[in-house]
């Protein structure tokens, strides 16, 4: 089995790659320190990714995606340069998604195996994101909407779909945006009163990858510490 991951060099995106390859799992990944580099802000990386992948492995089984940028967009920048903020961070963090999902499907389609897509989500599609993170929520939101679309689509492909939504996760992402934010102040927002570890998410998407039985295909599983319940 062959597992495409991507935003595999760091944070939850190493955890996953750990997880799984300490299973035994042949995982392409993608990232400058993990694997094959393709820049995301660059409208051809998707398909070079999914090109250099397919040749190394001859087949993809699993897409994970989890490559994305979290960046502040504060409203009182100049409008242009907002506008090129929320274009270059819906870019990397959905339609990227949504390229390599479309090839993937396209392929299992060819192919006739089926297949699975775990999209690393965010607790910001249901709950939002700060006033500076508008693109942010707005992506992962999408990103969700995409992968409930694939799951009734393509179901009787055999082609499965998940969502993983997070809420803070102890990576380089969230430590700025909770220094930001008082630290404290914000725990203590989550009931559980810490924020999730990355190997915690991996977990989620090793069981969505190998395990969830296909009636599940569809679901989106919060990783939050109860600080957002639906």
Known sequence: MAILLTGSSRGIGAAILDILTAGGAEVIGHGTRSGI???????????????????????????INNAGVFEANPLTRDHDEWVADWERTLRINLTASAELCRLAVRHWQETGTGGRIVNIASRAAYRGDSPAHWHYAAAKAGMVAMTKTIARGYAREGILAFAICPGFTMTGMADDYLASRGGDKLLADIPLGKVADPEEVAAVARFCALEAPPSMTGAVLDVNGASYVR
Do not use: E, K, N, S
């Open 37 to 63: 580099a393709a820049d995301f802000a660059d409208p051809a990386a998707p398909q070079a990714l999914w090109d250099a992948a397919l040749a190394r492995a001859g087949t993809i089984d699993v897409l």
